[in-house]
């Protein structure tokens, strides 16, 4: 629910002032501060990456099945080629968007909690809100290193779809599936990589939330 509340706080803020800082002030006189903002955004990237698995691996699908159809079919094997590339794309694109998102607030966050170490009167809370800074730096700069190197394993996967589209929408024959079968293998092996990766990152991303709902 408070999650929900994010979302819908954030619309209503970005409809209003593209201002960072309009925002985050917005968001904190509704009781959100910049780590819940964080974490809101950590899990819309874990959903977008999980929703990108499934799509990358329904759209191999799709590549699969063209080695077997006759010939007759492949105008209409192109079109289900062609959205599964797009659907793929979009995908693609909403992680790194997302990513994006993440890497904006945390920033923020980590120069509001730099700036307030300063604020400290008493030297044993500093040092403790020191060293929890620090920590969630850490576990951070590995989640983002994740989220990154999956993001990476999305690029040679749609470049390797958008070839395929490209050249059976010029050469609807049977030669042309004889091509793409020999490109088949490398594409499995590229998405098998991205999945993996993607499910690191969003075993990372849990643990990430589990860490700030704990506290």
Not at 107 to 123: K, N, T, V
């Amino acid at each position: 629910m408070r999650t929900t509340q994010i979302v819908i706080l954030t619309a209503l803020v970005l409809t209003l002032s593209a201002c960072s800082s309009v925002y985050y002030n917005t968001m904190e006189r509704f009781g959100y501060e910049k780590r819940d903002i964080l974490v809101s955004r950590v899990e819309n990237a874990r959903d977008a990456q999980a929703d990108a698995q499934e799509t990358f691996a329904n759209a191999l699908e799709q590549f699969q099945s063209v080695v077997n159809v006759p010939e007759s079919e492949l105008s209409r094997t192109y079109n289900n080629l062609s959205r599964a590339y797009d659907q793929s794309k979009d995908s693609a694109d909403r992680v790194s968007q997302r990513i994006r998102d993440i890497e904006t607030v945390a920033r923020d966050l980590f120069r509001e909690w730099e700036r307030e170490l300063r604020e400290y009167s008493s030297d044993s809370l500093r040092r403790q809100s020191e060293q929890q800074l620090r920590d969630t730096e850490r576990q951070y700069d590995t989640l983002i290193q994740q989220m990154r190197r999956a993001e990476s394993r999305m690029e040679p996967v749609l470049t390797a779809f958008n070839d395929q589209v490209l050249f059976l929408k010029h050469n609807l024959n049977a030669q042309a599936i004889g091509a793409l079968r020999g490109e088949l293998g490398q594409i499995e092996s590229d998405v098998s990589s991205l999945i993996s990766q993607m499910q690191e990152a969003i075993a990372e991303s849990e643990a990430f939330i589990a860490r700030f709902r704990s506290e």
